[in-house]
């Protein structure tokens, strides 16, 4: 058998923030030897449908997809309708898969997941994006994995998301320092024999957020900490490279091809360029997105968050439309208070702000994909409360955990009481 984690093997992620460093060796005799397939998030750089479509339709029928357990269900759906066979996995509990192998998941914060394989030869723990480095968190996590040692830590080593303004680079490079941190408390808390540093080999590649990368670790970095800082075996495996637990491995070449490929691509700055959309087009948009959170979570709900300040009108800079715009609830107009960015609480392209307005998950992939700028004196909070309630729409959850019914109920009986206090 052989299980698959989290395949992106094309294209770009998170609305073209994304690219891959190096080409995937992703052909017949991988996809051939497939079996399972692991996704640990409903993010598109571990679900991505343009990879598992690629996967010829004749063999996806013998291939299971894995997923947590989650209230949508909408990934494993995808999957079947792709046709996979699927299983939502039980959380924190060892499912058998055949042939002396069996998985272990655990559902961490945000949507994401932890993944445990354990085999005859040794047991891997793939933490991915999981944001685990803390003492108490650490010991936990041991605890739910029933004791069992891990041979082998997959994990993290650098940022992967916005982390400033163009000239905030003191920001991420402290940021970056504390992923290697991160890395080496996961390896102490776990004691593995080997570690292997994998997530992720890309880069920031649109013309909005490209400075990111600045700052960025480099898997070469990532080695020399573990060596230095750790008992732990580094294994750096470069698209194509095959392991076997126990055997030597010599990362230099994988390494060097790395640090190639990435001075090749930033060196090019061939980076991607949006389109530009236009007012009209982005009004229609913010509309449709106002009533699918008012559809969602009530709108007596959203009424009350806004009556007790929980949901403002946010100013946002279209930095190729050079406008300003005001998002509340009567939709998006134009704010010409505002003649610059300044004082407004998020600058971004149309074409960012677009994808926010059509997808739930568009402030999150805001969120990880950078393109935009916090301006002095404005509050990027205002927006993101819009975009964090979309959120946890897009996983099933509408405000307070409740459906629309429920909410509006519940709603309706906090305005009551506020209208009475306010009586007296």
């Not at 690219?19 to 052909?27: K, N, R, W």
Request: aromatic share 8%.
């Amino acid at each position: 058998m052989a299980l698959l984690c989290d395949p992106w093997v094309t294209g770009t992620a998170f609305d073209d923030g994304w690219a891959l460093c190096s080409p995937s060796a992703f052909g017949p005799e991988v996809i051939d030897a497939i079996t399972h397939i692991w996704v640990s998030h409903e993010h598109p750089d571990h679900f991505s449908p343009a990879s598992l479509r690629s996967i010829p339709e004749e063999r996806r029928s013998s291939i299971e997809v894995l997923y947590q357990p989650t209230k949508d269900r909408k990934v494993l759906e995808f999957c079947g309708k792709l046709g996979f066979r699927t299983r939502e996995l039980e959380a924190r509990r060892w499912t058998p898969l055949g042939s002396d192998v069996s998985v272990w998941v655990a559902p961490w914060s945000s949507g994401d997941s932890i993944l445990g394989v354990r085999t005859p030869e040794a047991t891997f723990l793939n933490l991915n994006d999981a944001v685990a480095h803390h003492a108490p968190t650490l010991n936990l996590l041991r605890k739910h994995l029933d004791g069992v040692d891990i041979d082998v830590v997959m994990t993290q080593f650098s940022y992967a998301n916005w982390e400033g303004n163009p000239d905030d680079v003191e920001r991420r490079r402290r940021v970056a320092a504390l992923k290697l941190d991160a890395m080496v408390a996961q390896t102490q808390a776990f004691e593995p024999r080997y570690v292997i540093p994998f997530a992720s080999f890309v880069y920031f590649c649109h013309e909005e957020n490209h400075y990111l990368n600045d700052e960025a670790n480099r898997v070469g970095d990532a080695v020399a900490v573990l060596r230095d800082r750790t008992d732990a075996e580094p294994v750096v495996l470069y698209p194509g490279d095959r392991w076997t637990f126990g055997d030597e491995h010599d990362d230099a070449a994988a390494i060097e091809r790395y640090d190639a490929d990435v001075a090749a691509v930033l060196g090019a700055g061939a980076w991607v360029t949006s389109p530009t959309v236009d007012l009209p087009e982005l009004q229609e948009l913010a509309r449709s997105f106002l009533a699918k959170l008012g559809e969602l979570n009530g709108e007596r709900t959203l009424a009350a968050m806004r009556r007790l300040g929980l949901l403002q009108a946010a100013h946002l800079w279209i930095t190729d439309l050079d406008l300003a715009v005001r998002l509340d609830r009567d939709g998006l107009a134009p704010a010409p208070e505002h003649r610059s960015e300044a004082g407004c609480d998020l600058a971004l392209g149309s074409e960012a702000l677009a994808f926010c307005f059509r997808q739930l998950y568009g402030g999150s992939t805001l969120n990880v994909n950078g393109r935009f700028r916090e301006p002095a004196g404005g509050d990027p909070s205002r927006f993101r409360r819009y975009m964090q309630i979309s959120g946890l729409n897009n996983r099933g959850v509408t405000i307070w955990g409740a459906g629309p019914e429920v909410a509006k109920k519940a709603t309706r009986v906090a305005l009551d009481r506020l209208d009475r206090l306010r009586s007296h």
